[in-house]
């Protein structure tokens, strides 16, 4: 109850104009969290994935990469319902990248070396595999979707995404201080949507004097 | 077969932003209306601070026949056109309203007059090739006090520039005059709001704060805006953004004399054999309705009021409802509006909260603000910078030249800068031409198996020079706001599918150019009115909603005046 009462107070703080009631209304309905889909990938496609994703945004001094991240997940819930059309596709993609790996550079992509990987992503970013290239943009959109999208869909873990870039979180209500470039806003790093979340917390007490 | 409804005086086809504030005048005058509406009534716990769900996903709407229906799209009449990815709008009690940036704006009296004004001012031979730009049937002046009741009705933000001629440098020194003040004034000021608007003034251009129809102050028992930063492609949590759905329809509601029909998926106009409109037929929850109706109000998006025409046909209409001169699906507009321009900061812009409509606009290099001789083209762009950056689309950003597009070192350059960069948004006037129409695809059909809408844009070459023109200010104005990199992607293509789809089934004084009367009324069909976008002659250099619903209010009130006439 005492952490729901601090993140009651952030949520609220500077939002003069903004009533208690309008807040409620908004969170009389919290959505549940959708269920983990079953795998949309096998291992191997999984492996083949998670090898390029973790070249694309690499865990380095700045903090956790794709991989760490739940980029993944994200992708592969993504392909098992909201790109279920788009499957096919993407799994010919992920083994196209094998076979022009294997004939540029004599092994599996999963299994090179992190410079070789470059190399490899680099000959497809320089449209030297024309039947890749559209491949590679749509993983690259989707690494970005789930490392800097909320967390309820799998990627961005432990908000390393936001972190990263420095947006300040995703909340009901921000007062002017918040909106200032002389100090930087204050990091809110609670889930809206998810369990646990501010949206599901249903304590909304009467007593918030605020 | 369809099971005959009880008449009704006003059969509404989409209950919208246009549609929405419409029936206010007709229920408060008495009259008896049915709102059929495909999507149902969304509550403040549907919205969500969630860009996945609203920007990438675009779930923000009810049910799913805006996603049957996406319009197809090709640039000449030898290709074949290929559907859109995403829907440009939304079903819901309220439409696409509630998920609208509400930049509330006037057009420009220049706006109404581009034809005469042009020849005028620089001759005939300054009207671009191809275009069949005519003036519109009424002027800024007509429509003025119907800006205003909108204003006030629904609830705007601003700060006016005009009064009665009485100019005001705070706000857009340009607009035409109004009667007085916004009834609110503009959403919260903030740092950067400040810098851009002191760039601006320090480039020598006059700029101002966005129009927005989101309370900047509670108003009407709601709440003022929450400035959370989800409003784009979003509904209001707070309900702060001012959609008919928290406006003008409960206030219909109160009269006690409009009914909402929700998900009514309307798939026919019918006529009788004089070419009356008689009603609606409908499809909801797989059983099939007719509406009669003494009125039939035609009010969805620019492309559905095309489609519905040229859907219903009968024995008074061959080739499509009230288009028996061809003009139906001709004159249409697709706004061409991009973000060519984008710089780079030093410093952090803490733009991420905050609205889309919490900006600052320069209208310098916009309609005839400027004299274009031997420039080449006519009208301009406003430019527009803005609060409300998403995270996904913030590290989707340029490198600038700086750093690769993906690995260690893009790491650590969107670390530092996906808070540093924007985009000018510039709006051009935009015009129609004879290569740019709508009709049906001969191919791709929805789940009832109707053609969906189709869309015919050929190449132009005085919007994207305008553009170019506006783009060079913008970078001026980013120089002078401190921007260490700008970059200039010209778009020389315009847009597809558009969220600000114009023309289709224009205003004017003859049936031989036009598809409507000056009051939204059809030519061939007299109790057949049409509200939306669909109706505009030409397209400003801003949003279009407010004029929209101020034309919407206009047609209604000429209803009510003429009700005898028309409905009889």
Redesign the interface.
Known sequence: MKDTSITRRTVLAGATLVPLAAIRRAEAQSPAPAPAPAPSMNTDQRKILDAFIDRLIPKDELGPGAVECGVGDYIDRCLADYLAAEKPLFLDGLANLDVFALRTQGVAFASLTADKQDAVLTAIDNNQAPNLRGFFNRVRRLTLEGMFGDPVYGGNKNFAGWDLIRYPGAKLAVGPEDQSMKTPPKPFRKELFGAGGIMADGHMGENHGH | MATNLKPVDVVVVGLGAAAGVAVLPLTRAGIKVTALEAGSWM???D???????NN??RRVTTGTKVWDEIPTFRTSPDQRARQGAAPTMMNAVGGTSIHYYANSWRFHPWDFKVRSETVRRYGASAIPEGSTVEDWPLTYDDLEPFYDTIEYEIGVSGKAGNIKGWIDPKGNVFEGPRRREYPMPPL?D???TN?MQAAAHKAGFNPHRSPAAINS??RNG?????????CDTGGC????KNSTAVTTIPAAQKTGNLTIVERAHVTRILTDDNGKTTGALYVRDGQEFFQPAKVVLLASYTYENVRMMLLSKSKAFPNGLANNHGQVGKHYIGHWANREVTGLFP????I???ANAQGVVVNNWAEDNFDHSGLGFIGGASLTVN?EVH??A???MPTFGRAP????K???F??QN??RWLGAYAQCNSLPYENTWLDLDPEVKDKLGDPVCRITSGPKVNEPRASAHAAKKAEEWFRAAGAIEVITVPNTEGPNLSTHATGGTRMGLKAESSVVDPYGFAHESPNLGILGGSTLVTHGARNPTLTIQALAWRSAEHLVKNWKSIAG
């Open positions: 509550q403040p716990s919205f969500k601070a969630d860009e996945i769900h990438v996903r919260r903030t740092d950067f810098m102050q509670p709601r709440s003022a805006c929450a400035y959370h930063g989800y949590h707070v309900q702060a410093v952090d812009l803490n991420w909260y905050g609060h995270p996904i913030a590290s989707a597009q993906w690995g260690s893009w790491k650590k969107v670390s996906a808070g």
